[in-house]
């Protein structure tokens, strides 16, 4: 349940972002690795452990890539991030 009211909360929000593209995605090799998520700041935490879990297939998260910018006038944050592949064999 709490999860269909936080998914009915990010629907309104999608539509106003105008600041950044609203495409949300997971990284895969399509999209050279690189993941977009978004999170209410007033009410979670940082997600860098979301990220880390998502890029736990490609080896980590390379932290310096990770940049977040708050939507104006919301409580939500976009955070841009990329899957680190300094060990990996892919």
Known sequence: MKKLLLFLF???NLGS???LDSDFYEP???NAYQGRLLYNFLNEDYPIE???KLCR???GIDTAQIKCK???QQSTTVCE???S???STI
């Open 70 to 72: 708050k939507q104006s």
């Open 57 to 59: 297939p490609y080896t």
């Open 10 to 12: 990010i629907i309104p």
């Open 28 to 30: 895969n090799i399509a």
């Open 17 to 19: 972002a105008n600041e």
């Open 85 to 87: 592949l300094h060990w």
């Open 81 to 83: 991030y990329k899957c």
């Open 50 to 52: 979301k990220m880390i």
